[in-house]
């Protein structure tokens, strides 16, 4: 099968094997937040690879922040009522204090594992909600949501992002990017776990015959640091990131028109288009690990073809139907299946979409290639 002009890859699932890094990060920064910091006695194994894969699938949790606090806060919820703090509290020292005051059910640990055990039930619900944190936290409810410190910036008031990116980076690399000391971990950064899941030649025979792009969920930086690292990031033209995504819904609520604009919108996928292909003519793809990838992809559509390829590597054949269900074009193992002279069997519908009669939509700006 032919490959579009444009290629556009997702980085984690695709090119970079996280799961040590950032999903292991999302286990254990929600279980640092209800063991060590509210002091809760929790179950052995109560976070779980598989527990935050639900969250995946209930789609728009491509941010792996907004995940975190979404358990954090659905567990909290499934507790008594608990003390809300007289004022706001201006700092971590506050809220810390104000957590460890807190008086612990006797019986938590049974509702909170009761609560692991039901979340894959509310999946549907979440996603006709409209996915991701809002649609999380409307189906469970706002009980005892004051106590997810998700605000703010991680010096003062964000516990979540604190924790979360003490944990993903280590004490060298946290203060090379925050400057600030860590105050919770000093142990390895797991972001040194991470390791490629596509060959560098791959990308290089690739990168003959396409113009290649980046559209993450990634910050800036840690998208930087990582193909670096790697050794990938030659190969890639342009890198749209979860940076740009804050940058064009800032524009969008300036100029009256708020708007969300991560996965799954198609504006990450379309500001790559449009960099690598200012013109419009060119076909695109997107290759990507989760159901808010291929959703972006068919909503891309719109603006320019758009073929949405699964990438199944982590998540073998269960995650290749949840990508064919979502609207994936064809699904493959791994990027090295894509690699030019290679012959690709897809799986699915292998027809390339129809653009008649499709209408263009208005985007905000992009914002400028790095």
């Not at 910091?37 to 779980?48: D, I, Y």
């Not at 605000?151 to 990017?177: C, K, M, S, W």
């Not at 860590?182 to 030649?201: I, M, N, Q």
Request: proline fraction near 9%; charge should be negative; include cysteine.
């Amino acid at each position: 099968m032919p490959l579009p002009p444009l290629l556009i890859f997702d980085m984690d699932g695709v090119l970079v094997d996280v799961r040590s890094s950032y999903r292991a990060v999302v286990i254990q920064t929600v279980q640092f937040y209800l063991g060590d910091c509210l002091g809760l006695n929790l179950p052995p194994g109560l976070v779980t690879p598989a527990l935050v894969e639900t969250c995946k699938l209930m789609g728009g949790f491509n941010n792996d922040w907004d995940l975190t606090a979404g358990l954090i806060g659905y567990f909290l919820a499934q507790l008594p009522p608990l003390a809300e703090p007289p004022a706001p509290l201006p700092d971590l020292d506050a809220i810390l204090a104000h957590l460890a005051q807190i008086p612990i059910p006797v019986n938590a640990a049974a509702h909170l594992q009761a609560a692991a055990d039901r979340l894959d039930s509310l999946t549907g619900p979440v996603r006709q909600a409209g996915g991701g944190l809002p649609g999380l936290r409307q189906v469970m409810g706002a009980r005892n949501q004051h106590l997810v410190f998700y605000a703010g910036d991680l010096t003062t008031t964000n516990l979540v992002l604190r924790l979360f990116q003490e944990i993903y980076f280590g004490p060298t690399l946290f203060t090379h990017f925050f400057a600030v000391a860590p105050r919770f971990r000093r142990t390895a950064g797991l972001v040194e776990t991470e390791t490629p899941l596509v060959s560098p030649a791959t990308l290089a025979a690739l990168a003959r015959d396409h113009r290649l792009g980046i559209a993450t969920g990634r910050p800036r930086a840690e998208a930087a640091y990582a193909l670096h690292r790697l050794g990938l990031a030659s190969f890639f033209e342009v890198c749209v990131t979860h940076d740009d995504v804050v940058a064009a819904e800032a524009a969008a609520a300036a100029a009256g028109a708020p708007a969300r604009l991560g996965k799954p919108s198609p504006w990450p996928l379309l500001a790559a288009s449009a960099q690598l292909d200012p013109g419009g003519s060119l076909a695109a793809a997107y290759l990507g690990d989760t159901p808010d990838d291929m959703l972006a992809a068919q909503r891309a559509r719109k603006e320019r073809s758009f073929l949405a390829i699964g990438i199944s590597v982590t998540g073998g054949e269960a995650l290749a139907a949840h990508l064919l269900a979502a609207g994936a074009d064809f699904t493959v193992r791994s990027v090295d299946d894509l690699r030019t002279g290679a012959t690709i069997v897809p799986v699915g519908p292998a027809s390339w979409p129809d653009d008649v009669g499709r209408e263009k939509q208005t985007l905000p700006p992009t914002a400028p290639s790095p």
